[in-house]
């Protein structure tokens, strides 16, 4: 790969060994780094200089991997940049890509890296470099697949671009999950962004439209992601005269999805005519993959994001949990229903 411009790319890491393996697979690339041992550092060298993508890893003290981007985007939204964010995580992460992208990273990196994937991100999103012609076609042949597997009825959504659902969603199985928690939460969330306008509450307003910007792009309505990103700054800039003329807008674009709801409720009960009850033979969950689950609902606690801490407490119905994680579940599970924020945070010990 060739890097004329020079690219510079931003490591962070807690773990020397991991910075080093990364420096040295950017090296053979040919492209230049910096490195950060924690999400402060790296706060502060994305303060002082620029760079064209940063490689950033989700489980760090704190700050962690989220909370770090939380920060870089105010960062940049000052420089006026857009530099794309590179979640590096563990294989038990795996299961939570989707989440990752949720939260805002651009792409999921899965320790031990990869040198081949490493070498697509780069090319993908520095900007000297785009997909080789042969591996674009891979990656197009992949999407098509996948949307191939999508009922008819869902390729002809309007206002939905699969292709860049498919992209951040993997699989069409995924999408489908994601596409069920976005519509099934559009009635309340909307009449909350509603009633957050006639309160004058500038700053859960900021936090529901930044929540449904993330999970619009998830799923490729890329319209309403595009406002809802246009409010989000207004929000934060206490523009209420933009918000005040085009929240209407909003509304009506989100709303419009209420008609898909209908339509999935048909292909669930298809699924559960042909898909026999599994339910007492689940996988055990590992530690280390209920720890993860854990830590994101809290960053999503934090954030006010209730659309992603149900895409979390979704993905542990696959698996077998002890009493007291089945006990914690189902509290954040009654919490979450009537959005309890402050019992939220109790049980997340926030």
């Given at each position: 790969m060739n890097n004329e411009k020079h690219s510079r790319v931003l490591i962070v890491d807690d773990m020397i060994v991991n910075r080093q393996i990364l420096s040295a697979l950017l090296e053979s690339n040919g492209v230049t780094s910096d490195m950060a041992s924690s999400g402060k550092e790296c706060i502060e060298l994305c303060e002082k200089n620029s760079y064209d993508l940063i490689l950033l890893d989700h489980r760090m003290p704190e700050p962690d991997g989220v909370d770090t981007l939380m920060q870089l985007k105010d960062i940049f939204e000052a420089q006026n940049r857009s530099v794309p964010v590179v979640c590096h995580t563990t294989e038990?992460?795996?299961?939570?890509?989707?989440?990752?992208?949720?939260?805002?990273?651009?792409?999921?990196?899965?320790?031990?890296?990869?040198?081949?994937?490493?070498?697509?991100?780069?090319?993908?999103?520095?900007?000297?470099?785009?997909?080789?012609?042969?591996?674009?076609?891979?990656?197009?042949?992949?999407?098509?697949?996948?949307?191939?597997?999508?009922?008819?009825?869902?390729?002809?959504?309007?206002?939905?671009?699969?292709?860049?659902?498919?992209?951040?969603?993997?699989?069409?199985?995924?999408?489908?999950?994601?596409?069920?928690?976005?519509?099934?939460?559009?009635?309340?969330?909307?009449?909350e962004i509603e009633r957050f306008v006639i309160e004058d509450n500038l700053k859960m307003y900021t936090l529901r439209v930044h929540s449904l910007k993330n999970m619009s792009r998830l799923v490729g309505a890329e319209l309403l992601a595009n406002i809802s990103s246009d409010l989000e700054n207004a929000g934060k800039q206490g523009d209420i005269d933009i918000i005040s003329k085009y929240n209407h807008l909003l509304l009506d674009k989100y709303r419009a999805f209420l008609s898909v709801k209908s339509f999935l409720g048909k292909e669930g009960a298809e699924k559960n005519d042909t898909i026999p009850d599994?339910?007492?033979?689940?996988?055990?969950?590992?530690?280390?993959?209920?720890?993860?689950?854990?830590?994101?609902?809290?960053?999503?606690?934090?954030?006010?994001?209730?659309?992603?801490?149900?895409?979390?407490?979704?993905s542990l119905k696959g698996y077998s949990l002890s009493y007291a994680d089945m006990e914690k579940i189902d509290s954040l599970s009654a919490a979450l229903s009537t959005l309890e924020w402050e019992r939220l945070r109790a049980i997340m010990c926030i």
């Open positions: 038990d992460g795996r299961n939570n890509i989707n989440l990752y992208k949720a939260a805002g990273f651009a792409d999921v990196l899965i320790k031990p890296i990869e040198p081949k994937r490493l070498s697509e991100i780069l090319m993908r999103y520095l900007p000297e470099g785009t997909l080789a012609d042969e591996e674009k076609k891979i990656e197009e042949a992949r999407i098509n697949e996948e949307i191939s597997k999508l009922p008819e009825w869902m390729k002809d959504i309007d206002g939905i671009n699969l292709h860049s659902a498919i992209e951040h969603c993997e699989t069409a199985e995924d999408y489908i999950a994601a596409l069920r928690i976005f519509v099934d939460s559009i009635e309340k969330k909307s009449a599994t339910s007492k033979n689940l996988p055990e969950i590992s530690e280390l993959k209920m720890l993860d689950a854990y830590s994101a609902i809290k960053d999503f606690v934090i954030c006010y994001d209730a659309d992603s801490i149900r895409m979390v407490l979704e």
